[in-house]
Each structure stands twice: as C-alpha cells, then as structure tokens.
C-alpha cells in the first residue's frame, strides 16, 4: 500500500469579516497571542489582522478564567506566542464556531506522493492520511496526485468513501488497471 500524506504548508486564511472594510479574509500572521490579567482572572485572545485593511482583532480564546484552571504549560505557550498552540487554536473546530469563522485552505497544504509509484503491480492501493484537518474532495484530490482526469478517476477508482463529498480524515482508494 503506497502512502499519500496532505500536510499545511501555512496556517490557513481565516474567513471573517472585517469590520473596517468588510472583507471577508483575514490572517493570524505571525501567531501572536494577547494575555490580560484582572486580579486572578485571566482573558486570552488570538490576534488576527485583515488581509485587506490590516486591522487587528481578536478571537477570544479564554474568558475570565481563574488563573489555577489553565495548565501551567499552555500559559506559557500563551506568554510567549508558542506557533503550535496557536495552531492547535485556529484548527479546533469549536475554537472557531465560538468565534464565528471558518477556514480557508486554499494554498495552504500540499500533497506528498511517492515518486515510484508506477512501478507497483496493477491495481494499486493507496492510504492517504491527513496531519491536519485539511477539507478536500477526494476525487480532485486523486486527480491531482495522479494526473488524470476527474472523469477518468471516476472510472478507474474504488474508494472506501464517496469520490465526490468533501472529507479531512483519512481513506484508502484502489486505481485500476487502464483498460
């Protein structure tokens, strides 16, 4: 079974929209987090910039919690904008349903393949894998990583899931033999 794995080449855009101008993009840019301390009660917010306008906002991440209720570690990694807690924040899908946005992966991942693959006995077994919850069709995406057209993949595929819903977790799909 040959190995296919997406990974984020960046964070993604956020789809939200400003309030200055209105559009609908913004960025987490360098990943900064904002700490404020009000007596033992703590606010914590992720920064986010408009890709457009450049303003600032922020996306509450704790609210006046008590400062005993954050894990010592994740209270540093807040102090000092830790890259990995910022993306385990803007991947956790209650994260942003609290925060009334989405993500937009578009160029934010790339897919690895290996390069022999041609050399495998007909049928090939492929398992792809996800390091992040990247939302792809797997139709496309197989079109994309062995250069066929989606009618063709349609035709010479078998998935474990359908061609042509959008998933981000993983599956294997089998490519026939061309006929």
């Given at each position: ?5 997406i ?16 559009s ?55 102090l ?21 946005f ?12 290996p390069?022999?693959?041609?050399d495998?006995?007909w ?44 998933t981000s ?11």
């Amino acid at each position: 079974m040959l190995p296919w794995v997406i990974r984020r080449t960046r964070l993604p855009l956020l789809s939200l929209r400003c309030v200055d101008c209105r559009s609908e993009s913004a960025t987490t840019g360098e990943g900064r987090f904002r700490v404020n301390a009000n007596g033992k009660l703590l606010d914590v917010w992720l920064l986010v910039r408009c890709v457009s306008c450049d303003r600032t906002s922020k996306l509450t991440v704790h609210e006046r919690a008590p400062v005993r209720s954050l894990d010592p570690a994740q209270l540093d990694g807040y102090l000092v904008n830790d890259p990995g807690l910022v993306a385990s924040r803007l991947l956790d899908p209650l994260f942003a349903q609290r925060n009334h946005f989405t993500l937009d992966w578009t160029g934010a991942w790339r897919l690895e393949t290996p390069s022999a693959w041609l050399d495998e006995a007909w049928p090939v077994q492929v398992e792809v894998t996800f390091d992040d919850p990247v939302p792809v069709r797997p139709e496309r995406l197989i079109a994309r990583g062995l250069g066929l057209s989606r009618n063709e993949v349609l035709r010479r595929v078998k998935c474990d899931v359908s061609l042509r819903r959008t998933t981000s977790t993983g599956f294997t799909f089998t490519v026939m033999a061309e006929n």
